[in-house]
């Protein structure tokens, strides 16, 4: 009679985009949040006197939300476009979100329930006679199942960048290949009533096999893995919500969601191992997480079937014990899940031309490449709002061909599972290497081109003690010649052990490189200190300038190459890390580099044509915030 009061609570975390606080937005997540929960608390109890299928109709309704949830996302980029960091000026439709959410919330308060229809017919109860199963291991299964979906299947993309390891292409492109993850989620949600199938021994070992490639497996053969494990999770869902709705409903839903938070806090562990209590113990084990996930839908799934199965109801309750829906009822819940997928795929057909289009280089009759660098802490400003239409817009007017980003991996759930470069290759025209995936256990190191990526490494930089550190050593095809570019993000400077053995790294990588050699990177250490000598002396490259010196994080180096010019960009209000930014001429194909020897002589910007130099929308005050600083213009060299 009162659910309507819990998706009225719903309705505050859609509604907190109103106010710019973040302290504010995140406290009307709260309360939102804790609505929803109180909702699929309620929802979660047998069918009572006269409600038949009530509780059948309930999860399908929570399966069909989420498969079209996914499927929004995929026609939003990866972006859910009522979420509090959403707003108009990012790209958000939270008034829509509202006033949707205002309908159904009016749907809820004012329906009947369907206990008070059926009693007013007269029907007899229907309820299914069977064994409660025990509380604590299906408590457990469902913390494990909602973390499942979450960490892995709330987009998309993120199965597709879990198995992502470089170019050549070795795994799926989110667009199209996300669609095969909705299919496989709908296609395991529609088999979910076969209960004595889901919940037995060997479907479980086939998703653990999944769960085991995922993991452990780079490429299709992962993507593969992970496909077998959505339609795994999917399938059981019906099983243990069933299975939840005959338990205590406090401790069932008190201990599921303990469990879930451990889950998530875990798989958060494995990267930053070095802040939290007990880290250590998490550090790159993202496989104990995986491992701990599967053991507990074990246990609730096995819990379910003692009860739904074993426990044997009587014939005339079996069909509400598996959950079925009347004929009319089940038809409708299965258009709900194609029209999703459907939606979804229809998504992916719409952003194909432009996520596979061949990307233009700027300035190619100069034989020019412009390369920078910047850590963008996930996408998100200063004021948590979403920051992806900002970072779009100053990538577009620094014109650069070839972008490092540090900070970048937000698959995962305190990021909200996004995958914001898709946006940026689909609407700048480049090449995306997402970096190290999410499995490899660090922030992450993204790199977009438009120049078409011959090869690419994923380097997991020594780190004895601090954090994971990552690097992206990509060979390039820059104007039918062969240049190299290594990204990366150094360990922090409490650590001066682990960014001695990363630099070390570094340098070899660079040392052993025939080819012109371009480095933009995060190296912590003051110009001219041991490891800027490391990288610069060791790695044979030389500093775009070395006369700079007011840096400590980011570095600009290169080798092989005429350098034009150097810029440092302000960042604005999105992170607190400015952009910089190297021009460099590539020699022709075929020109012998054996003699090759950098110049130091600075020159005006008029010594070179309009087409060598930097954009002009940066001087003075810039724009959004972004404008030349430090040298307060961008310096040449001959």
């Given amino acids: 009679r009162h659910r309507w009061i819990s998706a009225a609570l719903s309705l505050v975390g859609i509604v907190a985009y109103a106010t710019p606080s973040p302290a504010r937005r995140l406290l009307g997540v709260v309360v939102g949040t804790a609505g929803a929960l109180l909702g699929l608390g309620a929802a979660l109890r047998p069918d009572g006197i006269g409600e038949a299928g009530r509780l059948a109709r309930d999860i399908q309704a929570w399966e069909a939300g989420l498969l079209a949830s996914v499927a929004v996302r995929m026609v939003f980029q990866t972006n859910n476009p009522v979420w509090a960091t959403m707003n108009e000026a990012n790209g958000g439709w939270n008034k ?42 299906v408590g457990l299964g469902l913390g494990a199942l909602l973390f499942a979906l979450h960490s892995l299947y709330s987009d998309s993309a993120i199965v597709g960048r879990w198995s992502w390891d470089g170019y050549p292409a070795t795994g799926p492109a989110p667009v199209p290949w996300g669609g095969l993850v909705l299919t496989a989620l709908a296609g395991g949600f529609a088999g979910g009533h076969r ?149 979804g795929w229809g998504a992916m057909l719409l952003r194909l031309p432009a996520a596979t289009r061949t990307p233009t280089p700027f300035h190619a009759p100069e034989r020019l490449i412009t390369a920078a660098i910047w850590t963008v802490h996930f996408d998100l400003d200063n004021d948590m709002w979403l920051a992806e239409n900002r970072i779009i817009a100053a990538v577009r007017d620094l014109q650069a061909d070839v972008m490092g980003f540090l900070e970048s991996d937000t698959e995962r759930i305190i990021m909200g599972q996004r995958d914001w470069t898709q946006r940026v290759g689909e609407e700048l025209g480049y090449y995306v290497d997402y970096g190290p995936s999410p499995r490899k256990h660090t922030w ?176 003075g005050r810039g724009v959004r915030g972004h404008f030349y600083h430090v040298f307060k213009e961008p310096r040449y060299y001959d």
């Fill in 96 to 137: 829509t979100g509202i006033a949707l959410g205002l309908l159904a919330l009016a749907d809820v308060a004012t329906r009947r329930s369907d206990k008070t229809i059926a009693t007013k017919r007269s029907d007899k109860p229907r309820e299914a006679q069977v064994l409660a199963p025990a509380w604590m291991p």
């Fill in 444 to 619: 992450g190191c993204a790199m977009i081109s438009k120049f078409p990526i011959v090869n690419s490494t994923h380097h997991l930089l020594p780190s004895p003690v601090g954090e994971l550190a990552c690097a992206i050593h990509a060979t390039l095809d820059v104007h039918g010649r062969a240049v190299d570019v290594i990204i990366s993000h150094n360990g922090q400077e409490e650590n001066p052990l682990d960014r001695r053995l990363q630099t070390t790294e570094l340098a070899r990588i660079m040392r052993e490189s025939p080819n012109p050699f371009i480095f933009a990177g995060y190296v912590v250490t003051k110009p001219h200190a041991e490891n800027y000598k490391i990288l610069y002396g060791q790695g044979r490259i030389h500093d775009i300038d070395p006369t700079d010196s007011d840096r400590w994080c980011q570095y600009i180096g290169y080798r092989g190459l005429k350098r034009v010019g150097y810029a440092r960009v302000s960042r604005g209000t999105i992170t607190d890390t400015e952009i910089q930014v190297g021009k460099f001429a590539v020699p022709a194909v075929g020109e012998d580099l054996a003699a090759w020897a950098p110049s130091y002589a600075r020159v005006a910007e008029d010594h070179y044509a309009k087409e060598y130099h930097f954009p002009r929308a940066f001087r």
């Fill in 195 to 343: 209960l004595e199938l889901a919940t037995g021994m060997l479907w479980w070992a086939a998703g653990s096999a999944g769960a085991c490639a995922i993991t452990l497996v780079p490429g299709w053969s992962g993507f593969a893995g992970g496909l077998v494990l959505a339609v795994y999770v999917a399938s059981v869902t019906r099983s243990i919500l069933l299975a939840a709705a005959r338990c205590p409903p406090g401790r069932t839903l008190g201990a599921a969601l303990l469990w879930y938070n451990v889950l998530v806090l875990a798989h958060v562990w494995v990267v930053a191992y070095e802040f939290v209590p007990g880290g250590p113990l998490l550090r790159e084990r993202t496989w104990v997480v995986m491992l701990a996930t599967m053991l507990s839908l074990y246990g609730g799934v096995r819990a379910a079937r003692a009860s739904l199965v074993e426990g044997r109801p009587a014939s005339g309750a079996r069909k509400a014990a598996a959950g079925l829906l009347p004929v009319d009822a089940a038809l409708l819940a299965r258009r709900v899940r194609w029209a999703a997928v459907t939606l």
